[in-house]
Protein backbone atom coordinates (compact mmCIF):
# COMPACT_ATOMS: atom_id res chain seq x y z
CA UNK A 1 0.00 0.00 0.00
CA UNK A 2 1.53 3.26 -0.99
CA UNK A 3 0.50 7.03 -0.06
CA UNK A 4 0.71 8.15 -4.02
CA UNK A 5 2.24 5.76 -7.61
CA UNK A 6 1.67 5.36 -10.84
CA UNK A 7 -2.14 5.90 -11.67
CA UNK A 8 -3.10 8.05 -8.42
CA UNK A 9 -4.94 11.08 -9.01
CA UNK A 10 -4.19 14.49 -7.36
CA UNK A 11 -5.40 17.75 -7.10
CA UNK A 12 -2.81 20.91 -6.48
CA UNK A 13 -4.66 24.03 -5.90
CA UNK A 14 -2.47 27.06 -7.09
CA UNK A 15 -0.60 24.95 -9.72
CA UNK A 16 0.47 27.75 -12.22
CA UNK A 17 3.52 29.01 -10.19
CA UNK A 18 5.60 28.38 -6.62
CA UNK A 19 4.73 25.67 -4.60
CA UNK A 20 1.98 24.59 -6.47
CA UNK A 21 4.26 24.24 -9.86
CA UNK A 22 6.30 22.17 -8.65
CA UNK A 23 4.06 19.82 -6.30
CA UNK A 24 2.33 19.46 -10.29
CA UNK A 25 6.01 18.66 -11.79
CA UNK A 26 7.09 15.77 -8.79
CA UNK A 27 3.60 14.32 -8.71
CA UNK A 28 3.94 14.30 -12.60
CA UNK A 29 7.03 12.63 -12.83
CA UNK A 30 5.97 9.88 -10.37
CA UNK A 31 2.78 9.13 -12.53
CA UNK A 32 -0.07 10.36 -11.35
CA UNK A 33 -2.57 12.68 -12.44
CA UNK A 34 -2.73 16.07 -11.59
CA UNK A 35 -5.64 18.05 -11.53
CA UNK A 36 -4.37 21.88 -11.10
CA UNK A 37 -5.79 25.46 -10.68
CA UNK A 38 -4.75 28.99 -10.51
CA UNK A 39 -7.02 32.32 -11.57
CA UNK A 40 -4.95 33.48 -13.98
CA UNK A 41 -5.74 31.35 -17.01
CA UNK A 42 -2.47 32.83 -18.97
CA UNK A 43 -0.05 31.56 -16.22
CA UNK A 44 -1.90 28.21 -15.45
CA UNK A 45 -1.47 27.41 -19.32
CA UNK A 46 2.28 28.62 -19.73
CA UNK A 47 2.66 26.11 -16.59
CA UNK A 48 0.87 23.32 -18.15
CA UNK A 49 2.87 23.66 -21.39
CA UNK A 50 6.47 24.43 -19.79
CA UNK A 51 5.80 21.15 -17.52
CA UNK A 52 4.58 19.08 -21.06
CA UNK A 53 7.75 20.87 -23.19
CA UNK A 54 9.86 19.45 -20.23
CA UNK A 55 8.55 15.83 -20.00
CA UNK A 56 5.72 15.42 -23.17
CA UNK A 57 4.73 11.55 -21.90
CA UNK A 58 2.82 13.47 -19.33
CA UNK A 59 -0.21 14.21 -21.99
CA UNK A 60 -3.77 14.00 -20.28
CA UNK A 61 -2.51 13.19 -16.92
CA UNK A 62 -2.12 17.28 -16.73
CA UNK A 63 -5.20 18.77 -16.39
CA UNK A 64 -5.39 22.37 -15.52
CA UNK A 65 -8.66 23.98 -14.99
CA UNK A 66 -8.45 28.37 -14.09
CA UNK A 67 -10.50 29.28 -11.65
CA UNK A 68 -10.36 31.06 -8.21
CA UNK A 69 -10.75 28.06 -5.25
CA UNK A 70 -13.11 30.47 -3.31
CA UNK A 71 -15.47 30.08 -6.24
CA UNK A 72 -17.80 27.06 -5.61
CA UNK A 73 -18.83 26.22 -8.94
CA UNK A 74 -15.09 26.02 -9.64
CA UNK A 75 -14.48 23.76 -6.65
CA UNK A 76 -17.05 21.71 -7.65
CA UNK A 77 -15.07 21.58 -10.94
CA UNK A 78 -12.31 20.22 -9.98
CA UNK A 79 -13.95 17.66 -8.08
CA UNK A 80 -15.84 16.61 -10.80
CA UNK A 81 -12.71 16.55 -12.87
CA UNK A 82 -11.52 13.50 -10.65
CA UNK A 83 -14.63 11.95 -10.24
CA UNK A 84 -14.10 11.56 -14.89
CA UNK A 85 -10.95 10.24 -14.31
CA UNK A 86 -12.63 7.77 -11.35
CA UNK A 87 -10.59 8.65 -8.57
CA UNK A 88 -8.84 11.00 -5.78
CA UNK A 89 -6.10 9.77 -3.56
CA UNK A 90 -4.36 12.96 -2.60
CA UNK A 91 -5.96 16.82 -2.08
CA UNK A 92 -3.20 19.72 -1.45
CA UNK A 93 -4.79 22.75 -0.87
CA UNK A 94 -2.12 25.02 -1.50
CA UNK A 95 -2.95 28.22 -2.88
CA UNK A 96 -3.19 30.73 -0.31
CA UNK A 97 -3.22 34.79 -0.40
CA UNK A 98 -1.74 36.96 2.13
CA UNK A 99 -4.72 39.80 1.92
CA UNK A 100 -3.37 43.55 1.16
CA UNK A 101 0.45 44.05 0.60
CA UNK A 102 2.73 45.25 1.99
CA UNK A 103 0.58 43.21 5.19
CA UNK A 104 -0.62 45.55 8.16
CA UNK A 105 -1.01 45.34 11.67
CA UNK A 106 -3.61 43.92 13.67
CA UNK A 107 -5.34 47.36 13.98
CA UNK A 108 -5.40 48.45 10.19
CA UNK A 109 -7.03 45.34 8.97
CA UNK A 110 -10.06 46.01 7.38
CA UNK A 111 -13.33 43.93 6.64
CA UNK A 112 -13.04 43.44 2.65
CA UNK A 113 -9.29 42.26 4.04
CA UNK A 114 -9.86 39.84 6.48
CA UNK A 115 -13.39 38.22 4.61
CA UNK A 116 -10.84 37.87 1.10
CA UNK A 117 -7.94 36.23 3.81
CA UNK A 118 -10.56 33.56 5.28
CA UNK A 119 -12.58 33.26 2.08
CA UNK A 120 -9.53 31.45 0.50
CA UNK A 121 -7.30 30.25 2.86
CA UNK A 122 -9.91 28.93 5.09
CA UNK A 123 -13.32 28.34 3.42
CA UNK A 124 -12.01 27.60 0.44
CA UNK A 125 -10.07 24.31 1.61
CA UNK A 126 -12.71 23.14 3.97
CA UNK A 127 -15.11 23.62 1.09
CA UNK A 128 -13.27 21.71 -1.23
CA UNK A 129 -12.55 19.02 1.23
CA UNK A 130 -16.21 18.44 2.12
CA UNK A 131 -16.77 17.76 -1.57
CA UNK A 132 -13.34 15.25 -2.10
CA UNK A 133 -14.36 13.15 0.68
CA UNK A 134 -16.31 10.60 -0.96
CA UNK A 135 -14.32 9.73 -3.70
CA UNK A 136 -11.53 9.92 -1.48
CA UNK A 137 -12.88 7.53 1.02
CA UNK A 138 -13.05 4.90 -2.23
CA UNK A 139 -9.39 5.16 -2.21
CA UNK A 140 -7.53 2.21 -0.36
CA UNK A 141 -6.22 5.41 1.37
CA UNK A 142 -5.44 9.00 1.00
CA UNK A 143 -4.14 12.11 2.43
CA UNK A 144 -5.52 15.67 2.53
CA UNK A 145 -2.49 18.28 2.66
CA UNK A 146 -3.06 21.62 4.08
CA UNK A 147 -0.45 23.86 3.34
CA UNK A 148 0.34 26.20 6.20
CA UNK A 149 2.97 28.60 7.58
CA UNK A 150 4.87 29.19 10.44
CA UNK A 151 2.91 32.66 10.83
CA UNK A 152 0.07 30.12 11.72
CA UNK A 153 1.81 29.72 15.17
CA UNK A 154 4.26 32.55 15.63
CA UNK A 155 3.10 36.04 16.09
CA UNK A 156 4.75 37.92 13.63
CA UNK A 157 4.02 41.49 13.57
CA UNK A 158 1.93 42.28 10.38
CA UNK A 159 1.40 38.86 9.47
CA UNK A 160 -2.11 38.45 12.16
CA UNK A 161 -4.38 38.44 9.61
CA UNK A 162 -2.85 35.91 7.14
CA UNK A 163 -1.39 34.08 10.23
CA UNK A 164 -4.90 33.86 11.61
CA UNK A 165 -6.03 32.15 8.65
CA UNK A 166 -3.31 29.52 8.95
CA UNK A 167 -3.77 29.17 13.01
CA UNK A 168 -7.62 28.43 11.89
CA UNK A 169 -6.56 26.12 8.83
CA UNK A 170 -4.24 24.26 11.41
CA UNK A 171 -7.10 23.64 13.94
CA UNK A 172 -9.63 22.75 11.51
CA UNK A 173 -6.97 20.03 10.17
CA UNK A 174 -6.66 18.38 13.47
CA UNK A 175 -10.57 18.13 14.15
CA UNK A 176 -11.09 16.81 10.59
CA UNK A 177 -8.22 14.22 11.34
CA UNK A 178 -10.11 13.63 14.67
CA UNK A 179 -13.31 13.09 12.89
CA UNK A 180 -11.82 10.67 9.60
CA UNK A 181 -9.83 8.55 12.89
CA UNK A 182 -10.62 4.97 11.52
CA UNK A 183 -11.39 5.76 7.97
CA UNK A 184 -8.63 6.00 5.07
CA UNK A 185 -8.24 8.97 4.65
CA UNK A 186 -4.96 11.12 6.46
CA UNK A 187 -4.51 14.62 7.14
CA UNK A 188 -1.41 16.33 7.09
CA UNK A 189 -0.24 19.84 7.43
CA UNK A 190 2.49 21.10 5.64
CA UNK A 191 5.03 24.42 6.57
CA UNK A 192 6.96 24.75 3.62
CA UNK A 193 9.78 27.08 5.42
CA UNK A 194 10.01 30.49 3.75
CA UNK A 195 10.56 29.82 -0.01
CA UNK A 196 12.24 32.09 -3.27
CA UNK A 197 8.05 32.78 -4.47
CA UNK A 198 6.54 35.73 -5.24
CA UNK A 199 4.40 34.94 -2.47
CA UNK A 200 7.42 35.81 -0.28
CA UNK A 201 8.56 38.61 -2.51
CA UNK A 202 4.77 40.58 -2.39
CA UNK A 203 5.17 40.12 1.60
CA UNK A 204 9.26 40.72 2.21
CA UNK A 205 10.48 42.11 -1.02
CA UNK A 206 14.12 42.51 0.74
CA UNK A 207 14.98 39.60 1.17
CA UNK A 208 17.73 38.19 0.15
CA UNK A 209 16.62 35.05 -2.51
CA UNK A 210 19.73 33.02 -1.53
CA UNK A 211 18.73 32.70 1.75
CA UNK A 212 15.04 31.36 0.45
CA UNK A 213 14.50 27.34 0.11
CA UNK A 214 13.77 26.13 -3.30
CA UNK A 215 10.08 25.51 -3.38
CA UNK A 216 11.33 22.12 -5.54
CA UNK A 217 13.40 21.00 -2.25
CA UNK A 218 10.16 22.00 -0.42
CA UNK A 219 7.74 19.99 -2.91
CA UNK A 220 9.99 16.85 -2.42
CA UNK A 221 10.04 17.08 1.35
CA UNK A 222 5.86 16.94 0.70
CA UNK A 223 6.13 14.02 -0.53
CA UNK A 224 8.02 12.28 1.70
CA UNK A 225 6.27 13.20 4.96
CA UNK A 226 3.33 12.07 3.13
CA UNK A 227 5.26 8.55 2.36
CA UNK A 228 6.43 8.20 5.35
CA UNK A 229 2.79 9.25 7.23
CA UNK A 230 2.05 6.98 10.27
CA UNK A 231 -0.27 8.98 11.95
CA UNK A 232 -4.20 10.48 11.56
CA UNK A 233 -2.63 13.85 11.26
CA UNK A 234 0.80 15.01 11.43
CA UNK A 235 2.27 18.28 11.14
CA UNK A 236 5.44 18.65 9.18
CA UNK A 237 8.20 21.18 8.29
CA UNK A 238 9.94 21.31 4.82
CA UNK A 239 13.06 22.53 7.46
CA UNK A 240 13.15 19.05 9.05
CA UNK A 241 12.49 16.69 6.41
CA UNK A 242 15.08 15.47 3.76
CA UNK A 243 13.46 16.05 -0.11
CA UNK A 244 12.35 12.48 -1.73
N1 LIG B 1 6.49 31.43 0.03
C1 LIG B 1 6.75 31.21 1.31
O1 LIG B 1 7.80 31.57 1.82
C2 LIG B 1 5.75 30.46 2.15
C3 LIG B 1 6.04 30.26 3.51
C4 LIG B 1 5.14 29.55 4.30
C5 LIG B 1 3.97 29.05 3.73
N2 LIG B 1 3.71 29.28 2.41
C6 LIG B 1 2.47 28.72 1.85
O2 LIG B 1 2.82 27.92 0.73
C7 LIG B 1 1.74 27.93 -0.22
C8 LIG B 1 2.26 28.28 -1.60
O3 LIG B 1 2.85 29.56 -1.55
P1 LIG B 1 3.75 30.13 -2.75
O4 LIG B 1 4.79 30.95 -2.11
O5 LIG B 1 4.09 29.06 -3.69
O6 LIG B 1 2.67 31.15 -3.42
P2 LIG B 1 2.71 31.86 -4.86
O7 LIG B 1 4.04 31.82 -5.46
O8 LIG B 1 2.05 33.19 -4.66
O9 LIG B 1 1.75 30.92 -5.73
C9 LIG B 1 0.40 30.84 -5.38
C10 LIG B 1 -0.34 30.00 -6.40
O10 LIG B 1 -1.71 29.93 -6.00
C11 LIG B 1 -2.54 30.51 -7.02
N3 LIG B 1 -3.65 31.18 -6.35
C12 LIG B 1 -3.61 32.24 -5.52
N4 LIG B 1 -4.83 32.56 -5.11
C13 LIG B 1 -5.68 31.65 -5.69
C14 LIG B 1 -7.07 31.46 -5.68
N5 LIG B 1 -7.88 32.27 -4.97
N6 LIG B 1 -7.61 30.44 -6.40
C15 LIG B 1 -6.81 29.62 -7.13
N7 LIG B 1 -5.47 29.77 -7.19
C16 LIG B 1 -4.92 30.78 -6.48
C17 LIG B 1 -1.61 31.44 -7.81
O11 LIG B 1 -2.05 31.67 -9.14
P3 LIG B 1 -3.03 32.94 -9.46
O12 LIG B 1 -2.43 34.14 -8.81
O13 LIG B 1 -3.06 33.02 -10.96
O14 LIG B 1 -4.36 32.58 -8.89
C18 LIG B 1 -0.34 30.59 -7.80
O15 LIG B 1 -0.43 29.55 -8.74
C19 LIG B 1 0.69 28.89 0.35
O16 LIG B 1 -0.29 28.16 1.04
C20 LIG B 1 1.48 29.75 1.33
O17 LIG B 1 0.67 30.28 2.34
C21 LIG B 1 4.55 29.98 1.62
Redesign the pocket.
Known amino acids: MKWFQEGHVAIV ?9 ALTRELLAKGLTVIA ?4 PV ?2 DR ?1 ARSIRSEAPAVGPRLIAIP ?4 DRD ?1 AHALIAAAQRVGRLDLLI ?5 LGATPLRAVADLDRKTLSSLFD ?2 VF ?1 PIHLIAHALELMHRSEISTVVN ?5 GVEAYPAWGG ?1 GAT ?1 AALELVSRVLAAELQGTSTRVLLF ?5 D ?4 R ?2 IPDADPSE ?2 D ?1 TDSARALLRAIAEMKQQLERARAAELTPA
Do not use: E, I
Request: hydrophobic content about 30%; cysteine-free.
Open positions: TGGSRGLGYDGRDALAGDVAHNNASTVNAVTSDAYKDPGDMTAMHDALRP
